[in-house]
């Protein structure tokens, strides 16, 4: 089934390519899990600031049944997202991580750790 993805693009020009790189992220997230309801990724473009060049921000918002997860990948801090494929990647590197725990709570794959003991 084809999983529905909203892209936006912001202060930036459609891009069949950007477009096909998000598509390929997508495939790969629902390969980690088939139960992904839906899936937003918004692309900005930052202004240019005057020691930096225009800087990516990515979002994606993961609907799974009983969570929604939202990644958001700023460029506050790395001039590596001055390539909107390179954050984009990290984006969707951050939400797999995401949905592979949701995936191991689900399915009760996570350690539990036993309280404390409580006095003699």
Do not use: T, W
Not at 60 to 71: A, F
Not at 78 to 106: G, M, S
């Amino acid at each position: 089934m084809e999983l529905p993805l909203q892209l936006q693009f912001r202060n930036l020009d459609h891009s069949p390519a950007i477009e096909a790189a998000v598509r390929k992220h997508v495939d790969k997230l629902q390969s980690f899990n088939g139960d992904i309801i839906s899936c937003r990724v918004a692309i900005e473009s930052r202004h240019k600031h005057q020691y930096k060049g225009k800087l990516s921000h990515v979002v994606v918002d993961v609907r799974v049944p009983g969570k929604v997860i939202v990644v958001s990948r700023a460029p506050d801090d790395q001039q590596a997202h001055e390539d909107v494929y390179v954050a984009i990647r990290d984006a969707f590197d951050a939400a797999r991580r995401q949905i592979q725990d949701y995936v191991r709570i689900r399915r009760g794959k996570v350690k539990s750790h036993e309280p404390p003991a409580q006095g003699d």
